[in-house]
T-cell receptor, first 109, second 113 residues
Framework: DAKTTQPNSMESNEEEPVHLPCNHS???????IHWYRQLPSQGPEYVIH???SNVNNRMASLAIAEDRKSSTLILHRATLRDAAVYYC??????????FGKGITLSVRP | DADVTQTPRNRITKTGKRIMLECSQT?????MYWYRQDPGLGLRLIYY???????NKGEISDGYSVSRQAQAKFSLSLESAIPNQTALYFC????????????FGAGTRLSVL
């Protein structure tokens, strides 16, 4: 499995955009990049995934570097409900996921 | 009702006791997983099952066993609980697709005294 490096924590203000970085320099060419988040006292939930191109969905956007060695999860307008631990997980197709420590996002009102 | 249901939600037990954590799902998924989470750490995979007849060890299977009773049910057992198995346990499911997107239960908080 590709190793990931994420900052331990990040702070944001409510209603401002948030960019959560992840380095995965050992990613293989066939690994998808998944992002999950874990709200307080809950199980993780899927956020978004990508392979090579940038992706958007109703929750977030995912920007993938051209060399795929890093990616950034973008929350366009942070809300208090977005305070969570965010996990970046490179994973091969049909393979199990390996969760690291993730990045803890705090959102200030 | 939740798609992935874990029971019990909280459990306190004593060292040496046998305990079973249960997971059931209504998503119709073939794949099921058990993870544990310790404070400040990410989730670590204990066991996983890609279909009813398939059981695989994860990275920390020692001291645990599992049973896949049906497509919808996957149980985790601690044969003889010890204090360092005190943790938050999560069950997850996924469809048999390339992306393997996982859906998690709410967790079981287990304390072993």
């Amino acid at each position: 499995d590709a190793k990931t490096t994420q900052p331990n924590s990040m702070e944001s203000n409510e209603e401002e955009p948030v960019h959560l970085p992840c380095n995965h320099s050992t990613i293989s060419g066939t690994d998808y990049i998944h992002w999950y988040r874990q709200l307080p006292s809950q199980g993780p939930e899927y956020v978004i995934h990508g392979l090579t191109s940038n992706v958007n969905n109703r929750m977030a956007s995912l920007a993938i570097a051209e060399d795929r060695k890093s990616s950034t999860l973008i929350l366009h307008r942070a809300t208090l409900r977005d305070a969570a631990v965010y996990y970046c997980i490179p994973s091969k197709a049909n393979s199990k996921l390996t969760f690291g420590k993730g990045i803890t996002l705090s959102v200030r009102p | 009702d939740a798609d992935v249901t874990q029971t019990p939600r909280n459990r306190i037990t004593k060292t040496g006791k046998r305990i079973m954590l249960e997971c059931s799902q209504t998503k119709g998924h073939d794949r099921m997983y058990w993870y544990r989470q310790d404070p400040g750490l990410g989730l670590r995979l204990i066991y996983y099952s890609f279909d009813v007849k398939d059981i695989n060890k994860g990275e920390i299977s020692d001291g645990y066993s599992v049973s896949r009773q049906a497509q919808a049910k996957f149980s985790l057992s601690l044969e003889s609980a010890i204090p360092n198995q005190t943790a938050l346990y999560f069950c997850a499911t996924s469809a048999s697709t390339t992306l393997n997107i996982q859906y998690f239960g709410a967790g079981t908080r287990l304390s072993v005294l």
